[in-house]
Nanobody, 124 residues
């Protein structure tokens, strides 16, 4: 059974940077695509970024493109989300997710396993 554990969230000011990590266990991590999603209070969970199994291909939501970078370290079974120039509207619980296959979908239902989430709060 695959388990995902996020870390790195916190309270920061607008313009600051933050790096989230997601440690995976219980599977053949290197053959999975990984994604980050977020959910703000009262809103639906939305796609942030995804990366393929090799780390060579990534896909971003327009709202974070140019500010966030997704990467992975298969030797450590960990995926990262480096966030720069944070804005108050980036405030949300951030979730990592895992799916089988090489595609990088941006829909919640395409991902099989989910972490418990880590809170990111950006003050103005």
């Amino acid at each position: 059974q695959v388990q995902l554990v996020e870390s790195g969230g916190g309270l920061v000011q607008a313009g600051d940077s933050l790096r989230l990590s997601c440690a995976a266990s219980g599977g053949t991590f290197s053959r999975y695509a990984m994604g980050w999603f977020r959910q703000a209070p009262g809103k639906e969970r939305e796609f942030v970024a995804a990366v393929n199994w090799s780390g060579g291909s990534a896909y971003y939501a327009d709202s974070v493109k140019g500010r966030f970078i997704i990467s992975r370290d298969n030797a450590k079974n960990t995926v990262f989300l480096q966030m720069y120039s944070l804005k108050p509207e980036d405030t949300a619980v951030y979730y990592c997710a895992l799916r089988y296959g090489s595609a990088l979908p941006d829909t919640v239902g395409e991902y099989k396993y989910w972490g418990q989430g880590t809170q990111v709060t950006v003050s103005s």
